[in-house]
């Protein structure tokens, strides 16, 4: 016996409903629900996507960030595409959460 998949992401079909496996992290849109694969953003500096929730901006890494971005004016970065320098001041912040 099939089941009917009655709500699927609005971007890729896939079945976002109880039981599907995306059904925590689907995302309300405007036609029904969107999963969180295809909400995704690409990373600046590799082009991958970065999972949702995941991304850093300088604001994550330096709080006093004017807005422009990173040094080489990159905006979201997975974790793995920080500098060095970069790492280091987000894990002082992070410490201090």
């Known amino acids: 016996m099939s089941k009917d998949v009655v709500y699927r992401c609005v971007h890729c079909g896939e079945d976002t409903s109880f039981g599907s496996g995306r059904f925590v992290n689907r995302i309300p849109a405007d036609d029904g629900y969107s999963c969180a694969e295809c909400m995704a953003i690409e990373c600046d500096r590799c082009d991958e996507p ?48």
């Open 50 to 97: 970065i999972p949702l929730d995941e991304d850093i901006t300088p604001y994550d890494v330096y709080p006093e960030a004017d807005g422009v971005g990173f040094s080489d004016g990159n905006y979201r970065v997975h974790y793995e595409c920080l500098t060095k320098d970069e790492k280091s001041h987000y894990k002082k912040l992070e410490d201090l959460r």
